[in-house]
């Protein structure tokens, strides 16, 4: 049996799509169709004009039709500084006669890891179980089955801003497309592409994107922290046309235009247009007392921005023992030009609700149990 994906990343003045097709029997995914298309009425998830936003996104279903074959599964990255993480907890007394814990049990303590003082302004987009603790032993997998007196789940929640939340639930419902599921991609691009060596030791992830970026840091496996940052690759465009003395247009077409190596002295403006970047996340990430605490040893740069130049500040900036970047360029694809790092984020997306699956519901109140069975599906509980 198969199954069609499409996902969609919201990014700066600009839609990806993604087409993939999933073959249950051999476990496998093709892609099969990529796009852009241009709409200035977005940056991240932020919707600036709703009819615009409709139109580009009519047009990019369009685009896909021709090549899907039956219903697809339409997945779509959260993104945009209204997004905000934490990490949490939720305890579980065990009741019973035998006191054998239940999914009831493991529902129960995920559901209680939600701050009961959370703002009305927010709503809760996702939470991931990180670790699972009973009667004091720590690391436990799947608690499921196992005797004790009480659940400790260790959790991180991603939260967002109902209002933008509300604003992205209407232009996909106008736009044909009622019932889609959603994660913030960030998350996605965690799952994908880092290795798990890496997550145990220090490893930040930063995607580069043009007007936005987003970061995640993992300590000894756990997600300990992750950021939405208003900015990112256009500050390097601004910084090379500030020493060219060219408009922004033209700047943005010569970079397009080139490949890093070709000229030593443009290398170098780069390479100065880097660090400023890389300075400004610093600067941002310092901010938090996780990435502080943690420091990272080494760091996994992807998305659009993400160039050789980037990687090299990123390792000097932050003083990192590696660096590298990280695409999905070992995919099956019918062309080559389907895994050009413009479609990463997409393609995490495509593969990450491939693996788990994560519903989005515009209702809070609505959410409680289906919410919570996708927690535990994501961990095989259920």
């Known amino acids: 049996m198969s199954q069609n994906y499409i996902a969609l990343d919201f990014g700066s003045g600009k839609i990806s799509a993604v087409l993939s097709v999933y073959d249950e029997n051999t476990g496998t995914s093709r892609v099969r169709h990529a796009a852009v298309e241009t709409c200035p009425s977005v940056s991240a998830c932020y919707v600036l004009d709703f009819d615009k936003t409709v139109r580009a996104l009519n047009n990019l279903f369009a685009r896909m039709n021709e090549y899907v074959s039956f219903t697809p599964t339409v997945v779509v990255g959260l993104r945009g500084d209204f997004l905000s993480f934490r990490r949490s907890g939720g305890f579980q007394p065990i009741s019973g006669k035998d006191q054998i814990i239940t999914d009831k049990d493991v529902r129960a303590a995920l ?92 490893v930040l992830l930063l995607d580069i994107g043009a007007a936005n970026s987003s970061a995640a840091l993992y300590h000894k496996g756990l997600l300990e922290g992750a950021w939405e940052l208003p900015f990112g690759a256009d500050i390097i465009v601004q910084e090379v046309a500030d020493v060219l003395q060219n408009d922004l247009p033209t700047t943005r077409q010569l970079l397009k235009d080139y490949s ?87 393609l995490s997306l495509v593969l990450y609700s491939q693996r788990h699956g994560t519903a989005y519901e515009e209702a809070p109140s609505a959410k409680a149990a289906g919410f919570f069975d996708r927690m535990l599906s994501k961990l095989g509980l259920n």
């Open 260 to 346: 890093y190596g070709d000229d030593e002295i443009m290398d170098d403006v780069l390479d100065d247009a880097a660090v400023k970047l890389l300075k400004t996340i610093k600067k941002e990430l310092l901010q938090s007392l996780c990435f502080i605490k943690y420091p990272p040893s080494q760091a996994v740069v992807c998305g659009g921005g993400a160039e050789i130049n980037v990687k090299n500040a990123a390792k000097s900036v932050l003083n990192l023992r590696r660096a590298r970047l990280a695409a999905h360029d070992d995919l099956i694809a019918d062309s080559e030009d389907l895994l050009a790092p413009v479609y990463t984020s997409a």
């Open 111 to 202: 559901d209680n890891s939600v701050p009961a003082n959370l703002d009305e302004n927010l709503e809760v987009v996702d939470l991931l179980p990180q670790s699972f603790t009973v009667d004091g032993k720590t690391g436990v997998q799947n608690p499921v089955g196992l005797t004790g007196n009480c659940l400790d789940a260790e959790t991180f929640i991603s939260m967002g801003l109902k209002t933008h939340l509300t604003n992205l639930n209407r232009v996909m419902s106008a736009a044909g497309c009622e019932d889609f599921e959603a994660v913030p991609t960030v998350l996605a691009l965690c799952d994908t592409l880092l290795k798990p060596e890496e997550k145990q030791n220090n």
